[in-house]
DNA sequence: CTAAACCTTTCCATTAATGTGAAGGTCAAG
DNA sequence: CTTGACCTTCACATTAATGGAAAGGTTTAG
């Protein structure tokens, strides 16, 4: 697969499926012409990429864990021994990912409890068309 | 409160502090000297935005978020008003924080099962002093 | 064979969040 | 009144993630 047909099948442009090569999370081969060839596991491998910049990892965190979470996925007992190298950094970045699903949840509540308030208002309340609630003099 | 007392007490260095207020999340008043001024309530806030901005949010979602997540701190029963512009927006930001919240738990999963998997090898397998299991032949 | 549609590398631009320094005003302590 | 520690604004630098164009090689279709 040559990174066009890579960038179709992911929605992520070539330039980016270039830099996440640069920055160590993306490995092609390279064929005789110079052109980088990916397999079928890149389409995977490039949307796990993806949602988790989308959720606020940086590409450096996610050269850290993405060996570890493929690792976790093959059903091996015993664990492959890519991301060896730093199991105290893995255990780092598994309580900053718990700090944030916590900062994540709290702040969810808030919001479900802001706009259920919100709702209850606008459904007892007779509201003007732009959708906001109409003072009701007394 | 002035800027470096603030700043003292968040551990937000004041470039931040001023940042915040230029791209609108933070409101300090000025006094006469044209000094920012901050009552307490900032620190919390402060505390709030660091929180927010590590795990991931931008400025922008925190100036659409922020006021909400204020007023649903205080208990009063119908939802006070700083938010009504854009009540669609809040409910993308909740859906985008659940979208979020789900990949950070599934990768945390993934990490503690892979983490788990490399204590259990390290505990019942000799290893060597820099933690590395050391190959059993057989 | 040529043109279109790929691919390559290199370099420059942008946005967000942050760091830093210059040039100057304010204030409190000595 | 001067000095030092604040404060102000303005401006430029940096890093990460991304966009984009230039100049040139490859491949495929006509």
Redo the contacts with the bound molecule.
């Keep these: 697969m ?6 179709a099948k992911t929605g ?5 499926l ?3 090569e ?2 160590g999370i993306l490995h ?1 081969f ?7 060839t990916y397999g079928e596991p890149a389409i995977d491998r490039v949307l796990q990429i ?1 949602e988790l ?2 959720s606020g ?6 050269r850290e864990v993405l060996p570890c979470l493929e690792a976790a996925k093959e059903e091996t007992e015993a664990p492959a021994c890519p991301a060896v190298k730093d199991l105290d950094g893995l255990r780092r970045q598994l309580s900053s990912i718990e700090r944030r699903i916590d900062v994540l949840q709290r702040n969810r509540h808030a919001i479900e409890t802001y706009l259920r308030a919100w709702e209850d208002a606008m459904a007892a309340t007779p509201t003007a068309a732009d959708g906001v609630p109409v003072p009701v003099s007394e």
């Design positions: 040559k990174i066009g047909d890579l960038a992520v442009a070539p330039r980016l270039r830099y996440y640069e920055v092609p390279r064929s005789s012409n110079g052109y980088r993806r910049l989308e990892f940086t590409t450096e965190m996610i």
